[in-house]
Nanobody, 125 residues
Framework: VQLQASGGGLVQAGGSLRLSCAASGRTFSSYGMGWFRQAPGKERDFVAA????????YYADSVKGRFTISRDNAKNLVYLQMNSLKPEDTAVYYC???????????????????WGQGTQVTVSS
């Protein structure tokens, strides 16, 4: 599976962005998908995840209620809708695919076998 993240940019605090992650490969629809982010000088952190069929979603507490993860398996796409953005959301955002997705492990970066190249999100105050 190859992943390509896009949709990042510069936005004012309170604004919105939608990130997309395009996947290649026939097995995409069987993978759990996640979004992670890395702020300057910090470690990469979990943001959100979605099960293979889209029925289950999970969020970091810091984005719960503001971000929404979704997927379109027919188009091999995963989205991250980000609303009410804050300066602390500034980071490089990565999408990732996990063939063995479980609720117990989906927050762990080590569980994800495939990663996109990242897209920069900058939120100005």
């Amino acid at each position: 599976v190859q992943l390509q993240a896009s949709g990042g940019g510069l936005v004012q605090a309170g604004g919105s962005l939608r990130l997309s992650c395009a996947a290649s490969g026939r097995t995409f629809s069987s993978y759990g998908m996640g979004w992670f982010r890395q702020a300057p000088g910090k470690e990469r952190d979990f943001v959100a995840a979605i099960s293979w069929n889209g029925r289950s979603t999970y969020y970091a507490d810091s984005v719960k209620g503001r971000f929404t993860i979704s997927r379109d398996n027919a188009k091999n796409l995963v989205y991250l809708q980000m609303n009410s953005l804050k300066p602390e959301d500034t980071a490089v955002y990565y999408c990732a695919a996990d063939p063995t997705f479980t609720m117990a492990t989906m927050r762990r970066q080590s569980e994800y076998d495939y990663w996109g190249q990242g897209t920069q999100v900058t939120v100005s105050s």
